[in-house]
């Protein structure tokens, strides 16, 4: 039973546009959604987070909106660059525990 | 600083024989979590460790697997009598621990990739 999923596996933009991934729970509990970058042979890296008291948060080029009644957030990357091209793991961690849970990945490919 | 590394970086045996993974944290770090990953997934919980005693082993698929951390801060992931259902990347990851108990922002390894033939 997946907790947190990503049903896009795959994404291609043009570079300079908007990247936009999804990402949907099903645990009303979750309190706290990381996004994470992950590059081949490389362990995921720590993109961005947000926490169940917010709707936005902004960093850089980077945004991920939360949206607490659809059970639903996305990462917006604007402007999108070649570099950006990686898997992409959005996660949530449940608000009585230290357990995160992790959805299956969206690979981003940003064409020049 | 140095991250979090993991040894080995690939590790292939037979069925049934036993492993050892190994994660050294992020000094200071006092949360440590063991990850699986199969292909097309994403990282699998598997256990976490609060210093030295395994806060949520929940994740561990079944008895073969078992993880230590004596001293707080290595970490060994031990799956005995290996089977090819076992074939995945391990990952480790550590976080601190804020005041209130909470662990946010994990900082991964690049993962054990273990081949069960």
């Known amino acids: 039973d997946q907790q947190v999923k990503q049903n896009s596996p795959s994404l291609s933009v043009q570079e300079g546009r908007i990247s936009i991934l999804n990402c949907d729970y099903t645990?009303?509990?979750?309190?706290?959604f990381l996004w994470y970058k992950k590059y081949p042979a490389e362990g995921p890296t720590f993109l961005i987070s947000?926490?169940?008291?917010?709707d936005k948060n902004e960093d850089g080029r980077f945004t991920v909106f939360l949206n607490k009644s659809a059970k639903h957030l996305s990462l917006h990357i604007v402007p999108s660059q070649p570099g950006d091209s990686a898997v992409y793991f959005c996660?949530?961690?449940?608000?009585?525990?230290?357990?995160?849970?992790f959805g299956s990945g969206t690979k981003l490919n940003v064409k020049p | 600083g140095a991250g979090v590394s993991q040894t080995p970086s690939n590790k292939v045996t037979e069925k049934g024989k036993y492993v050892e993974l190994r994660c050294d944290p992020i000094s200071g770090h006092t949360a440590l979590y063991w990850y699986r990953q199969s292909l097309g997934q994403g990282p699998e919980f598997l256990i976490y460790f609060q210093g030295t005693g395994a806060a949520d082993d929940s994740g561990l698929p079944n008895d073969r697997f078992f993880a230590v951390r004596p001293e707080g801060s290595v970490s060994t992931l031990k799956i005995q009598r290996t089977e090819r259902g076992d074939s995945a990347v391990y990952l480790c990851a550590s976080s601190p621990t804020v005041l209130s108990g909470r662990t946010d922002t994990q900082y991964f390894g690049p993962g054990t990739r273990l081949t069960v033939l």
């Open positions: 645990n009303s509990m979750f309190d706290y």
């Open positions: 996660a949530a961690r449940g608000n009585n525990f230290n357990k995160f849970y």
């Open positions: 947000i926490s169940s008291i917010k």
